[in-house]
């Protein structure tokens, strides 16, 4: 059964960076368009970024384009987001998703037929 587990969060300042793990169990990272929603405190939950188990293709959210880069290590079957210039508003539960691996599935954006449990981040002074 398809596993999702994130690591990474925590508190840091207004400026500061974070990487974010998404460590896949139960399948292979390249059956799936997999990535990063994200919602805080009173919004809807927001997709963050993406990779297309097609093409490898990324998708970013306007809101973090050119801060975060997301990336994946097939041998180690671990999804990442690099984030950077982080923003009071970036603070969030942030969860790793994945969709199935029908054809349908092929490209951005992330759906999120699978979930782990979330981790917060908190950008702060």
């Known amino acids: 059964q398809l596993q999702l587990v994130e690591s990474g969060g925590g508190l840091v300042q207004p400026g500061g960076s974070l990487r974010l793990s998404c460590a896949v169990s139960?399948?292979?990272?390249?059956?799936?368009?997999i990535g990063w929603f994200r919602q805080a405190p009173g919004k809807e939950r927001e997709g963050v970024s993406c990779?297309?188990?097609?093409?490898?293709?990324?998708y970013y959210a306007d809101s973090v384009k050119g801060r975060f880069t997301i990336s994946k290590d097939n041998a180690k079957n671990t999804v990442y987001l690099q984030m950077n210039s982080l923003k009071p508003e970036d603070t969030a539960v942030y969860y790793c998703?994945?969709?199935?691996?029908?054809?349908?599935?092929?490209?951005?954006?992330?759906?999120?037929?699978?979930w782990g449990q979330g981790t917060q981040v908190t950008v702060s002074s």
């Open positions: 998703a994945a969709d199935s691996p029908s054809w349908l599935n092929n490209y951005c954006p992330l759906k999120g037929d699978y």
């Open positions: 990779i297309s188990k097609r093409d490898g293709g990324k």
């Open positions: 139960g399948t292979t990272l390249n059956s799936h368009t």
